[in-house]
């Protein structure tokens, strides 16, 4: 039994000295340099080491802007999107003979380079001198005045960046909630109709109950991705996020670490802090899941 677990170790052996080495170690280290004050990563130098550069974060106004960013991204794209795809997969579903077809169509966006999908939605939404674009067209057809949502008003750029955000994210989530569909048995299905079950209650009572650790995996995933938004806004609005007033947690990581010299300090405080926000809702999720996931 022993030879046999030992040889279970050296199989794992590679992948946890990769994930020691690539994970595990860069994240201690980020959590040491959070509180080093004044760290220089050049001559490796602090001047002492204290919450100083948490402080600092977290009355930086800058930080605040991406940390509510962040936030109405996740709380309007997560949702949407999950439904969204959810809706999309169960119509598939019921088309068998062009499934294929339609699945394919759908997941394009996903394997599109994200900045090109970015300049396409910007040309859609992007008013200029010689045009207001083809959304503002389409919005005049019902007497909406041309919107600027590149460079207007905070919540027009802000919808324009969830718009983007579910349209890139959905394609996958729709891939995946198609096969978990494809998966349920059609006995359940058999049965509820011979006793004259309506298609609502089917849909609730054996679909989505059979569906919900799929649905749970894409609502984790889908919150720990939005976290980590930061190409969108880039893709829409530029580099220059904070002149926007559209940074993300992790532009405002990215800037503390190459702009102006580097402030490694305040970066890895900003990092430590976006990792307990994704683990305390990672956490609450778990335990929501304990009710509503049912795992046959």
């Known amino acids: 039994m022993e030879k046999r677990n030992l040889k279970g170790w050296l199989y794992l052996l590679p992948a946890i000295l990769f994930l020691g080495v690539f994970m595990v170690y860069p994240l201690i280290d980020v959590f040491i340099y959070s509180f080093e004050e004044g760290y220089n990563s050049a001559a490796q130098t602090s001047f002492g080491t204290g919450l100083y550069n948490y402080g600092k974060v977290l009355r930086d ?24 795809a959810l809706l999309i997969s169960v119509g598939l ?15 394009l966006p ?6 090109a999908v970015g300049m396409v939605f ?32 905070y919540w027009a750029k802000m919808l324009t960046l969830c718009i983007y955000t579910v349209w890139v994210v ?45 649905v749970f995996y894409l609502v984790i995933t889908g919150f720990i991705g939005a976290f980590k938004a930061y190409s969108d806004a880039v893709a829409l609005f530029g580099t220059e996020l904070n002149v926007a007033g559209m940074n993300t947690i992790v532009g ?6 190459y702009s102006g010299g580097g402030y490694p300090s305040y970066a890895s405080a900003a990092a430590i802090i976006l990792f307990a926000i994704v683990l305390t809702i990672t956490c609450i ?4 899941s304990r009710k509503h996931v049912h795992y046959s």
């Open 61 to 84: 106004p800058y930080f605040l802007q991406a940390l509510k960013n962040t936030l109405i991204l996740v709380l309007i794209t997560v949702p949407v999107s999950t439904g969204l």
């Open 93 to 107: 579903s019921s088309i068998q003979k062009v499934r294929n077809l339609y699945q394919t169509v759908y997941f």
């Open 110 to 115: 996903y394997v599109t380079n994200t900045l």
């Open 122 to 153: 910007m040309i859609l939404f992007k008013k200029t001198e010689y045009s207001d674009g083809l959304v503002n067209m389409i919005l005049s057809w019902f007497g909406v005045g041309a919107i600027d949502f590149i460079d207007g008003h």
């Open 170 to 214: 959905m394609p996958f989530k729709v891939l995946v909630l198609t096969s978990a569909l494809a998966s349920v048995k059609q006995d359940y299905y058999n049965a509820a109709r011979v006793d004259g079950t309506s298609r609502l209650r089917i849909f609730t009572r054996i679909t989505l109950p059979m569906i919900s650790p799929t």
């Open 252 to 257: 405002y990581i990215y800037d503390q670490l």
């Open 285 to 288: 999720n778990l335990l929501v």
